[in-house]
C-alpha cells in the first residue's frame, strides 16, 4: 500500500491530469484536495479527449474511488454535468464528496468578476468560477458546505443569512442580483437531492482505506507558483496547491504520504496575469504555443509561454518535497536548435537562484539562461514507439536536458511524457509498484 501525490510544480496545466490518470491504474482511492472547477485536467483514452473540472482522473476505471476531499470548492451543477459525461461514457463513477468542501454560489460567481474589475493592475485573470469570493466565505465562516445540502434546515438557515450580505456586497460594487433567495434555495436544495447519494464523510472513508493498505493517489490542482501562501501573491489562486494542502486538503496526515511526485512541463506555460520572467513574446514562445495547442482548458484563452525555469522549480521543489518528477511536453518542445533553461535572476545587480518574496522583486527578476542543443521534431508515430522503447533510446539531447534539470533539482525521474495519451509515456518508477 502507498499514498501518493501528483502536483503541479509550475503555474498549472503540467499535464497533471494525465499523470494522475496513469497512476490511477493501480490506485484504489484517487483524491482531489483543492480547487474547484477552475481545474481543467485533460486525459486522452483511446484518442478520445476528456477534460474535467471537478472529477477525479480516476473517473475512467471503473471500480475506484473518486473522491472530492474537503479542501475543495464545488460548484454543483458543473460536477452534476461531468457525472452525467462519465456515464455517457459506459462508466459509473464511484464518487465520494466530502460534507465538509464548501459549495460554490451564484453570488460568488458574480463577486469573481466584480472584484476582478475592480483590482485592475493586481487582478489575477482568475477563472471566473467563483474560487476566491467561495474561499473567503470559507475562512470567513460564512460558507455552505456539501453537507448542508443534505438538510433543508441548515441550508435555508444558513442561505437565508448570506443572501442578504452577499446582496449588499454586490452592491458596493455597484451590481444588482437577480436572484431572489427562494430561487437560490430551490435551485441549490435540487442539487443537493441529485449529489445526496455521493456526499458523505471522506475523511474517515481516506482514514479507512489507509488502514486497510489501500493505494491512495492525492491529486493536486493548479500549482506551486498559485499557492496562496507560497504562490506568486497575489496573482495565484485562492487554496494550498502544495503538498501541505494535499494534507489539510483531505485530512490524511503528512507521515502518511510516501511519493509527492511533481508534475514539470519541460518549459513554462501560464494562463492569467502577474510576471513571468522566462516569458517569450517572440516567434518562438508562439512556436511552441501552436505546435502545443497552448491554450487554456477551462478559458481557451492563449497560455503565456516561456522557457523552463529552474528558480521557481527549485523552490517548488523545496516547499514539496518532490520525490521524483513527471516531465511532461517533451514532444512538444520538439525542433528547435536550441532549447533554454533559466539557471537562476538577476535582481538589482545581484545573482539569486531561489524565488524572492514578493511579487514587485519577481517583477524585476531578469533570467539568466543556460543554453542546450535542441532535439529532432518526429511525428507522433515515432514518438509513440520511444514510450514503447523506453528512455534510452530517447535522443541524447533530449536526455542531456532532462538529466539536467534531475540533477539540478536533486529529484529523480518517474515519468517521462512524450505525448498526451495515455500510452505515450515512459515510466521509470510506478508509485504504486510493489
Ligand atoms: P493539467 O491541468 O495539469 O491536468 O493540464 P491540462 O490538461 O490543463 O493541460 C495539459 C495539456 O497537455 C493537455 O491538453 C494534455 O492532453 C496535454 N499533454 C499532457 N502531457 C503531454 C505530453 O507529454 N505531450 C503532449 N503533446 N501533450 C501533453
Ligand atoms: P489546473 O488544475 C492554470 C490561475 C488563473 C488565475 C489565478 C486565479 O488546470 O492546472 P482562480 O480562478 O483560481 O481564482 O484564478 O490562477 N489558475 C490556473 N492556471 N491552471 C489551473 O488549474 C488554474 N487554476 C487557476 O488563470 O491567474
Ligand atoms: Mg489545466
Not at 325 to 331: K, S, V
Request: hydrophobic share 35%.
Amino acid at each position: 500500500m502507498s499514498v501518493a501525490a501528483v502536483i503541479g510544480a509550475q503555474w498549472g496545466d503540467e499535464g497533471k491530469g494525465k499523470i494522475v490518470d496513469l497512476y490511477a491504474q493501480r490506485a484504489d482511492y484517487v483524491a482531489r484536495y483543492c480547487g474547484g472547477a477552475n481545474a481543467g485536467h485533460t486525459i486522452v483514452l483511446a484518442g478520445k479527449k476528456f477534460k474535467f473540472n471537478l472529477m477525479p482522473s480516476g473517473a475512467l476505471y471503473p471500480g475506484k474511488t473518486n473522491v472530492i476531499g474537503n479542501g475543495c470548492v464545488i460548484d454543483p451543477k458543473r460536477l452534476l454535468d461531468e457525472i452525467t459525461e462519465v456515464k455517457a461514457a459506459g462508466i459509473t463513477p464511484t464518487l465520494l464528496i466530502s460534507g465538509r468542501a464548501h459549495i460554490v454560489l451564484p453570488y460568488h460567481f458574480e463577486l469573481d468578476g466584480a472584484e476582478e474589475e475592480k483590482k485592475g493592475d493586481l487582478a489575477a485573470g482568475t477563472t471566473r468560477r467563483g474560487i476566491g469570493p467561495c474561499y473567503s466565505d470559507k475562512a470567513a465562516r460564512f460558507g455552505i458546505r456539501a453537507s448542508d445540502l443534505l438538510s433543508q434546515d441548515a441550508l435555508s438557515k444558513k442561505l437565508e443569512k448570506m443572501h442578504d450580505l452577499k446582496v449588499k456586497q454586490l452592491g458596493i460594487y455597484g451590481k444588482t442580483f437577480n436572484l431572489g433567495y427562494k430561487d437560490v434555495l430551490s435551485q441549490y436544495s435540487g442539487y443537493g437531492r441529485l449529489l445526496s447519494p455521493y456526499i458523505g464523510d471522506a475523511t474517515f472513508a481516506l482514514f479507512s482505506a489507509i488502514s486497510k493498505k489501500k493505494n491512495v493517489l492525492l491529486e493536486g490542482a493548479q500549482g506551486a507558483m498559485l499557492d496562496i501562501d507560497h504562490g506568486l501573491y497575489p496573482f495565484g489562486t485562492s487554496s494550498n496547491t502544495t503538498a501541505g494542502g494535499a494534507c489539510t486538503g483531505t485530512g490524511i496526515p503528512p507521515k502518511k504520504i510516501d511519493e509527492v511526485v511533481g508534475v514539470v512541463k519541460v518549459y513554462t506555460s501560464r494562463v492569467g496575469a502577474g510576471p513571468v520572467p522566462t516569458e517569450l513574446n517572440d516567434a518562438t514562445g508562439q512556436k511552441i504555443r501552436d505546435k502545443g495547442d497552448e491554450y487554456g482548458t477551462v478559458t481557451r484563452r492563449p497560455r503565456r509561454i516561456g522557457w523552463l525555469d529552474l528558480v521557481t522549480l527549485r523552490y517548488s521543489t523545496w516547499i514539496n518535497g518532490f520525490t521524483g518528477i513527471a516531465f511532461t511536453r517533451l514532444d512538444t518542445l520538439a525542433g528547435f536548435d536550441e532549447v533554454k533553461i533559466c539557471t537562476h535572476y538577476e535582481l538589482d545587480g545581484k545573482k539569486i537562484d531561489f524565488m524572492p518574496q514578493t511579487q514587485e522583486e519577481f517583477a524585476r527578476c531578469k533570467p539568466v539562461y543556460k543554453s542546450f542543443k535542441g532535439w529532432l521534431d518526429m511525428p507522433e508515430k515515432e514518438w509513440k514507439a520511444f514510450a514503447k522503447k523506453g528512455y534510452a533510446a530517447l535522443p541524447k539531447e533530449a536526455r542531456d536536458y532532462l538529466e539536467f534539470i534531475s540533477k539540478d533539482i536533486g529529484v529523480p525521474m518517474y515519468i517521462v511524457s512524450v505525448g498526451p495519451g495515455r500510452e505515450d509515456t515512459i515510466v521509470l518508477k510506478d508509485v504504486f509498484a510493489k
